[in-house]
């Protein structure tokens, strides 16, 4: 060509070729080729070609090699040639002996060992030079082509005789049908690349970096026609150690680099262009590409897809590996992808500056974000386009190399962490996970390229791009995604919900967490997510397009954003007239779909906390301090959340909201959820169906914690959030909604959830003593508040304070007792004597406020809840203690219900404060009999039942107000068939009960024979304090026949026949026995006649032994005494005496005179 300043300005038309398989045969066309060819040999004058268009460097070679003849005949044929014969008959075939264009094909395409003489060598450079240097070359194009060319009009345009119109014709080969004009284009292209110094300007441009770079010779003879390929392959390789700013590498002129690209763009529809890359591969597309048929650069495509397979050969491979840089530089280079999407770059306008190869248009990565940004908007991208693009994302994840920010960033982790790691994207997954931290700290600039690099190939949007990932994966895939569509973006999703299950592999678990990490720092790579909230991004946190990022909005907050306003809408709602729905109208809070989306990476966020960008960032520093040794999934932050108050500011923030919003969502707690999932399927799938379930699921797993569904796991997860609640109120969100109100009016400045629930509990309980008018507690937070007190009363950790001051003890007496179900609680009342004075206190208080609000009783609820819902379904909560009692002994009554209120009972007669129907009842009684023993007592210690064993004496003495003494009488009734209802006979006769009545008080069923033993024996009682005790049992039962249970079931019989009338109480009924013992007229039962006589006996023996203490004492013993009568009759007949004396003797004292009294 005469001139080439035209093709430059064509590139990115040349870079859509449309390569023609080369047609061996001799046929018209070739034919035609091959006489004009022959022609052009000879100059107008028949001489020799001018050394004028022959380079100086040829020029010498042709003195040196064999010269062409002065006069060619119109068949002149290079076979014929003396210094080429040997070789062509040796090399070619022979059908391609006449046709010289063949002969040129056949020589040029052999290997470069086979030997071709030098002459023939030089022969065969000066033939091609003359080709394609004749202006009267276009002769031949303007006859085979010339109806193409009248449709093409540029070309059509072209002044002929300038060598624009072959340099046109090859520009536009895409377009030209005429399958014989194809054909010369296809072979003068051929030949034309064959070797650097014939493509048209090359030389000129590259010659100064050609001899700096010493990339080879320049002259003739210096290196055999083949090599010629190496010579752009070396500039090619500088122009990456460039871009790579490899040490020492050098700067290209700007003229070479657009020759050195646009030959690379010339050659990209058929790999025989390339000629380095073609004999450095030649085995190769043998071996892994035998039957792809040239052209349209699919060769290169089957060659880069076999790049990392074992067999192979390392020079092809570096060979590919250089063109595909190129390509990252220019997508122009590939011819297929320039091609597919030639319509698509123009129509969404991704190739402004067609005349700048190399700007930044230009670049893979630039077209890749350009159309993927079209794709993620919904708009319109071929398939075709889309495929090609797939191939070159998969291209970028396979080799980083590829990526020039990569390899200059990230040079020093590559050598550290990463070397020897090359093939199938090895290397990127290793700086993926030195960028999580896993292997040290990272650069900022390679974490950088990193991102923007998982941006440009877009493996969220097609796992497969991720060829580590996809092999890791696949078993995986196989069995717990085959109901997705391969390729689908919700495979990735389907991954991190089984990770960490027993589907799950350790390889893909490795490879889908460093993918993740990147994935969830840019909300855009999650395509579903894109998807649905762009518009509600664009409308709530001022997001761009797809590929555009701003300083304002980082991609890591547009995800905060979104999530903040999907937990809103109750929030918001509540606050609007309309409520929830009005906020949405309003456009405050997310779309239902996006919400979705927004809970589902939240979900798999929890799984991991490197996942959530936030939370790493402000708690590296914690992260390290307290969780390094946490390494299970899930344990970091739990760890976080356990340290919360000691996390510095920023970081217990982000910690703060996280658990804010779990405890909106616990379901975003996905092994939680994994954990749990017997028990949802169970008693929870109602409220496990809710998009956003407000708080009601995880109160549902505290209320079904102890089913059998429940596994360790679960009851693990769901007790830690529960103690993780109550370091703030806020965590709690069932609570927080329903209270916060009325926590800022009557708990300001307080923030954990049990004081505030102390708080709100102690306003409730004051405003119902003091029956105020009007509660100050509203109704909601009173219904929330119930719930809250139950559950904190189920595990004694729920209560910081109680489990502060009783660890000591909880280790040394409750050491083998689970957590949960209050049974460390139930462990520590059992064991109340042996407590420390601290926790001795605390669970004093805790009984207190139990037996005033039994429904805070866990034990006593869970244990007696279907015995509850049979009697006491319209018993208040209040008194659902004292409905279980008097239904104690019936019949239907659950014997673990029964031995529980036991318990109760027994507690309750510890201390008159632990009965408040007592407390109340007995008002006035305790401070008028018992004020010693009050004077004496402390705030937070039992009285160890001394005012009711006083209370119980009064009553003997008929001393009690009315409601009083029901009281006591049902206290004594209890406690005559229970002696553990007696803690001071208990206290008192331990050792007795122990010696003396050890049968009886083995009995599973206690029905008085412990007391009735103890009355039997009280001869053989040693000690003082239990003789008293047994003695006032006497006492007391002289008072009421019901205290004394044994002799009460003797006489049954008799008391209906002969006291039926007698009213209980008092004694009246005792009275009625003893008058009818007495009375030899009524005939008792022989076991009641017998009772009555062993009660007299021991009557008289505690009058022996327990002489009355005071005139009051004196009374009570001669109104109850056998012999009232006798006793009652003497004493009157003594005083009468006395009278009647008093009547006959007269005075017996000296009257005094009334002088006397006056002085």
Same mark, same amino acid.
């Given at each position: ?202 030389? *000129? ?18 290196? +055999? ?212 931290? *896993? ?22 949007? +097609?796992?497969?791009? *991720? ?178 108050? +000691? ?465 009051? +004492? ?43 009294? *006056?002085?």
């Amino acid at each position: 060509m005469a001139d080439c300043i035209r093709v430059p300005l064509l590139l990115l038309l040349m870079c859509i070729l449309s390569a023609v398989h080369h047609t061996r045969g001799d046929n018209s066309v070739v034919s035609r080729l091959t006489g004009n060819a022959d022609n052009l040999q000879q100059n107008p004058a028949g001489g020799p070609v001018p050394a004028a268009v022959i380079p100086v460097a040829a020029e010498r070679s042709l003195v040196a090699g064999a010269s062409l003849p002065r006069r060619r005949s119109a068949g002149w044929k290079l076979a014929e040639e003396a210094v080429c014969k040997e070789d062509l008959t040796r090399l070619c075939p022979k059908h391609s002996w006449n046709n010289n264009l063949a002969v040129l094909e056949c020589l040029q395409d052999k290997k470069e060992e086979t030997e071709i003489a030098a002459e023939c060598n030089h022969l065969l450079w000066n033939y091609k030079l003359n080709l394609t240097t004749d202006p009267k070359f276009e002769s031949v194009a303007v006859e085979v082509c010339k109806t193409i060319i009248s449709e093409i009009k540029e070309c059509a345009a072209e002044e002929l005789g300038k060598g624009f119109l072959v340099s046109c014709l090859v520009d536009h080969r895409s377009n030209i049908s005429d399958y014989q004009c194809n054909q010369y284009i296809t072979k003068m292209t051929s030949i034309v690349f064959s070797d650097y110094r014939l493509i048209c300007g090359f030389m *000129d441009q590259c010659r100064e970096d050609i001899n700096t770079l010493r990339c080879g010779s320049i002259s003739t003879g210096e290196k +055999d026609v083949h090599s010629q390929g190496e010579v752009i392959a070396c500039l090619e390789k500088g122009l990456v150690r460039e871009a790579e700013e490899q040490a020492g590498a050098h700067t290209i002129k700007e003229d070479c680099k657009k020759a050195i690209m646009r030959v690379a763009e010339l050659s990209s529809d058929d790999f025989h262009l390339d000629r380095y890359l073609y004999f450095a591969c030649r085995e190769d597309r043998e071996r892994f590409c035998e039957n792809t048929l040239a052209g349209e650069g699919r060769v290169y495509k089957c060659l880069f897809n076999h790049k990392f397979e074992e067999a192979m050969t390392e020079r092809c491979r570096e060979a590919l590996t250089t063109r595909q840089k190129l390509i990252a530089q220019d997508y122009k280079v590939s011819y297929s992808l320039a091609k597919a999407c030639k319509s698509d770059l123009r129509k969404y306008r991704c190739s402004v500056d067609t005349n700048m190869p190399r700007a930044r248009e230009a670049r893979l990565s630039y077209l890749l974000l350009c159309l993927e940004s079209a794709v993620h908007r919904g708009r319109v991208v071929s398939g075709e386009c889309q495929g090609e693009m797939m191939d070159y994302r998969r291209m970028l994840m396979e080799d980083f190399s590829l990526s020039p920010e990569i390899v200059l960033q990230c040079r020093s982790e590559i050598e550290g962490h990463c070397s020897g790691l090359h093939r199938k994207g090895r290397t990127l997954h290793c700086l993926m996970r030195v960028g999580r931290g *896993d292997m040290g700290a990272i650069d900022p600039n390679c974490q950088r390229a990193l991102q923007t690099l998982i941006q440009e190939a877009d493996p969220g949007a +097609d796992y497969r791009i *991720d060829r580590a990932l996809n092999e890791a994966c696949e078993s995986v895939i196989q069995t717990a995604c085959k109901h997705i569509r391969n390729g689908d973006p919700m495979i990735l999703s389907c991954l991190m919900e089984h990770l960490y299950t027993e589907k799950m592999v350790e390889d893909c678990e490795h490879r889908l967490l460093e993918l993740q990490y990147f994935i969830a720092r840019d909300w855009k790579l999650d395509p579903v997510l894109y998807k649905k909230c762009q518009g509600d991004a664009a409308r709530l946190c001022h997001t761009h397009g797809w590929n555009e990022t701003s300083e304002m909005m980082p991609p890591g907050a547009i995800f905060s954003c979104l999530y903040r306003h999907a937990y809103r809408s109750v929030e918001q709602g509540r606050r609007l007239p309309g409520g929830p729905a009005e906020a949405e109208n309003q456009g405050f809070t997310l779309s239902r779909d996006c919400k979705v989306e927004v809970q589902r990476i939240l979900h798999q966020r929890a799984l991991d906390v490197k996942l959530d960008p936030e939370l790493q960032k402000r708690c590296l520093t914690d992260l390290g301090k307290w969780c390094s040794e946490k390494t299970e999934a899930g344990q970091e932050l739990e760890c976080l959340q356990d340290h919360l108050e +000691d996390l510095v500011s920023n970081c217990r923030d982000v910690v703060g909201n996280l658990t804010e919003l779990e405890s909106e969502d616990i379901q975003i707690e996905a092994l939680l959820m994994r954990a749990c999932e017997p028990v949802i399927q169970a008693h929870c799938h109602e409220v496990a169906d809710n998009q956003i379930d407000t708080g009601d699921l995880m109160e549902c797993l505290v209320q079904n914690k102890h089913q059998k569904e429940m596994n360790e796991k679960c009851a693990v997860g769901v007790t830690h959030f529960q103690l993780i609640q109550i370091k703030d109120f806020r965590f709690s969100y069932k609570f927080k909604t329903a209270c916060k109100e009325d926590v800022l009016k009557l708990c300001p400045n307080i923030k954990k959830k049990v004081d505030v629930v102390i708080c709100l509990s102690t306003t409730v309980r004051n405003d119902t003593l003091q029956e105020a008018k009007e509660q100050r507690v509203s109704v909601k937070c009173r219904k929330q508040l119930r719930v809250e007190e139950v559950e904190m009363s189920e595990d004694i950790r729920l209560e910081p304070e109680l489990y502060d001051s009783c660890k000591q003890d909880i280790t040394r007496l409750c050491q083998n007792v689970a957590y949960g179900n209050a049974q460390v609680i139930e462990c520590l009342k059992e064991n109340k004597r042996q407590l420390t004075s601290r926790c001795h206190q605390r669970i004093f208080k805790l009984q207190e406020v139990e037996m005033v609000d039994p429904e805070l009783d866990y034990q006593l609820m869970r244990v007696c809840k279907h015995m509850i819902r049979r009697f006491c379904t319209e018993s208040e909560g209040k008194n659902v203690l004292q409905c279980l009692k008097q239904n104690k002994n019936g019949e239907l009554m659950d014997p673990k219900c029964k031995q529980m209120i036991t318990k109760r009972q027994i507690t309750q007669n510890t201390d008159y404060r632990l009965n408040p129907v007592l407390r109340k009842a007995c008002k006035a009684d305790i401070p008028k009999f018992c004020q010693p023993i009050l004077n004496k007592a402390t705030a937070d210690s039992e009285l160890e039942g001394q005012v009711i064993s006083c209370l119980k004496l009064k009553y003997a003495d008929q001393r009690l107000s009315t409601d009083c003494e029901d009281q006591i009488r049902v206290i004594l009734q209890e406690s005559a068939l229970d002696y553990r209802l007696d803690l001071q006979l208990q206290i008192h006769c331990t050792q007795e009960i122990s010696s003396l009545c050890p049968e009886e008080a083995a009995a599973q069923e206690q029905t008085g024979q412990v007391e009735e033993c103890l009355k039997v024996n009280l001869l053989k009682i040693k000690q003082d304090p239990c003789k008293k005790e047994v003695l006032n049992m006497l006492k007391e039962s002289k008072a009421d026949i019901f205290v004394d249970p044994v002799l009460h079931t003797a006489c049954a019989l008799d008391i209906k026949h002969h006291c039926a009338a007698i009213p209980p109480g008092r004694g009246r009924q005792m009275s009625c026995l003893m008058e009818s013992l007495q009375d030899k007229r009524i005939r008792l039962q022989p076991e009641c006649k017998k009772r009555l006589q062993d009660r007299i006996d021991m009557w008289s023996y505690a009058a022996k032994v327990a002489p009355a203490e005071g005139f009051s +004492d004196l009374a009570m013993q001669v109104m109850t005494s056998p012999s009232k009568n006798y006793i009652l009759t003497m004493i009157g007949a003594g005083v009468a005496v006395l009278f009647l004396m008093g009547l006959l003797c007269g005075r017996f004292t000296k009257r005094v005179t009334q002088e006397l009294k *006056d002085r």
